[in-house]
């Protein structure tokens, strides 16, 4: 074995050989989509472009079209408001949940954290086909548990013929499906705070309330900036609940970005308007990200 | 509903378990079980009415009250689903594009996560920060130029094209964890088999593989997860062929499959479930074990 500085060729190229199926895999599979989504947004690119090739530069002119349609902000905001409301929703829950786990007896811990992993099992596909038959406006054993509460006017209610219904039953499946990795995260936090700092917040005379916001939500803080972000993004790029539920319908209540690209592309073909609106989600989605961790490290320093 | 026996929280308060139902430190407690017993409903409800629902003959499915309980169980729904038309199809393309991607990502995940881990070259933190952004990917903004490249190159409506799609969206978690696992078992194991005699490669399969051998069970079943579960390129790259169809895609669409035929719908949907529940049910026992294990031997 040589003990130069310098090993033979064979040892110095072992790592880029190693690693080149990836770099294969990720250029071809990876960076090429990305390119050619960018190319296809700043071309005319339509069905028969699609079938005979040769798709002409236009420039800038489909991110006008969009910028320039109403349809584009109303979807944003409406997509805004989707990924705050559930976000919000599914920490909040997430943190209560993971405070109760801690509280509770070590059975009735195991219970419900053995329900909440069998709700993080559920795939994506099996629990929309659930929620679906849940709210089914014949049958449905919401709709029975409402009337038998004495809203009457849920009975044979068709959730999925009217806008808020079908956005609520949404956020109810997103929510129900999203809370068991926060509570579940939040509760490991919360499981490596010492006992002690607690003790010694008792022994300070600390309100129940005090003690959680001095001594648990600051040990806390980097979980949550990760869970929030974590939520932020699954929220916004979801696409396979509300497309298999409602396509974005009842007249287009659940079109949220993703969904609005897919749409545009898929059911009339204007692939290029469709890949235009996939960059701005990806901006969009960056900027959200990045508005939500400065509020919150804002708030940070406001308490420190 | 069980009853505490202990807070944990401080674990100084530890009480002997009271005998009679209505102590005071039950009273108490009694609004935080009630709380906990919410969520456990909430939480367990939709599992469960599926699984009720799909063993429940149809005249308790369509009844004006639900039966709460399957109390004349049937597996009519079951066998309705089973016969259901490309039913082993399409459990075949699922298995067919879930193992093809898990076990391609899991060969070039391991070559990767060993030049990152165990060598030192020019570039390796660049590679690095490609696979960490690669695993942040906006996957779903890719279906049009995913659509258009699998279009252009004749790999529509095709399982490879699928399964390499899906070996790319695991690949970056993959190697991330992998790099995890393989910084837990010391490179000095590896060393000193290689002043045994052993080459650098033999030295890996011999030692450090099978220390890893945990590891990567537990990065291919959640690989596997991801791949099962995936719907939206499954749906955009699968159009024209529905015998390529994966059982997700199948499954969304039950009401042009099943109509309102709820019993075996939701059979169906605790058929798909079922191999993801084994898997997580394995993940909490054996390989935990297995990693602690092998941290202990390390």
């Known amino acids: 074995m040589p003990t130069d500085a310098s090993p033979p060729l064979r040892t110095r190229i072992r790592p880029y050989l190693l690693i080149a199926p990836t770099l294969v895999g990720a250029a071809y599979l990876l960076l090429y989509p990305v390119a050619r989504n960018l190319v296809i947004s700043v071309q005319h690119f339509r069905l028969a472009e699609l079938i005979r090739g040769g798709a002409p530069f236009v420039g800038f002119d489909n991110y006008t079209e969009l910028l320039s349609d109403p349809k584009f902000w109303t979807v944003t905001a409406r997509t805004l408001g989707w990924t705050a409301l559930n976000t919000l929703l599914i920490t909040g829950l997430g943190t209560l949940v993971a405070l109760m786990l801690v509280r509770l007896g070590r059975r009735m811990r195991l219970a419900v954290m053995s329900a909440l992993v069998l709700v993080w099992a559920t795939p994506v596909i099996a629990a929309t086909t659930v929620f679906q038959w849940l709210f089914q406006s014949r049958f449905g054993v919401v709709n029975w548990a409402l009337d038998q509460l004495g809203l009457h006017g849920y009975h044979d209610y068709a959730w999925f013929a009217h806008s808020g219904a079908t956005f609520s039953v949404l956020v109810l499946l997103v929510v129900w499906q999203s809370v068991p990795f926060a509570a579940l995260t939040l509760y490991g936090g919360l499981t490596t705070i010492p006992g002690e ?27 949550f900036a990760l869970v929030t972000s974590l939520e932020v993004i699954w929220t916004f790029k979801c696409f396979a609940q509300i497309w298999v539920v409602s396509q974005g319908g009842p007249n287009g209540a659940t079109t949220t970005l993703p969904v609005y690209a897919f749409q545009i592309a898929q059911n009339l073909h204007k692939y290029d308007l469709g890949s235009a609106a996939s960059t701005l989600t990806v901006l969009i989605l960056l900027a959200a990200l990045v508005t939500t961790l400065r509020r919150m490290h804002r708030q940070e320093g406001a308490e420190a | ?49 599926m699984v009720v629902t799909a063993f429940k003959p149809t005249a308790e499915i369509q009844s004006a009250t639900p039966a709460f309980l399957p109390l004349h169980p049937t597996l009519e729904h079951f066998s309705t689903a089973i016969h259901a038309p490309g039913f082993g199809g399409y459990w075949r393309n699922s298995l067919l594009v879930t193992l ?4 391609l990502s899991l060969v070039v995940a391991l070559l990767a996560a060993y030049a990152v881990g165990r060598l030192r070259w020019r570039g390796r933190r660049a590679f690095l920060l490609l696979v960490f952004t690669a695993q942040m990917a906006p996957w779903e903004a890719l279906l049009i130029p995913m659509y258009v490249i699998a279009r252009d ?70 690989g596997f997860i991801t791949a099962w579960n995936e719907f939206a390129f499954a749906n955009t790259l699968i159009i024209k062929n529905q015998d390529a169809r994966t059982l997700p895609v ?49």
């Open chain 2, 153 to 222: 190159t004749d790999m529509l409506d095709s399982l490879s094209m699928l399964t390499l799609v899906y070996f790319m969206t695991t690949l970056p978690f993959t190697i991330v964890t992998l790099r995890g696992f393989l910084a837990a078992v010391p490179a000095e194991l590896e060393e000193a088999a290689q002043v045994d005699g052993c080459t650098r490669a033999g030295a890996f399969r011999r030692i450090t593989l099978p220390l890893l051998a945990p590891g990567l069970l537990a990065t291919s079943l959640f």
């Open chain 1, 197 to 223: 700092l607690y003790e010694s917040a008792r022994i300070d005379g600390a309100s129940a309330w005090q003690t959680f916001r001095l001594v648990t939500v600051p040990v806390l803080r980097p979980l």
């Open chain 2, 250 to 298: 199948w499954l969304s669409s039950f009401a042009n499959v099943f109509g309102t035929d709820w019993g075996a719908t939701m059979a169906a949907a605790s058929l798909f479930m079922l191999p993801v529940l084994l898997v997580f049910l394995f993940l909490q026992n054996k390989v935990t074990t297995g990693m602690t294990a092998g941290a202990v031997k390390g």
């Open chain 2, 1 to 49: 509903m069980s009853l505490p026996a202990s807070r944990s929280l401080p674990a100084s308060r530890r009480l002997p378990a009271p005998r009679s139902l209505l102590t005071p430190r039950r009273l108490r407690r009694l609004p935080l079980n009630l709380a906990a017993l919410a969520v456990l409903v909430t939480a367990a409800f939709p599992v469960y009415w």
């Open chain 2, 100 to 103: 093809g991607a898990v076990l």
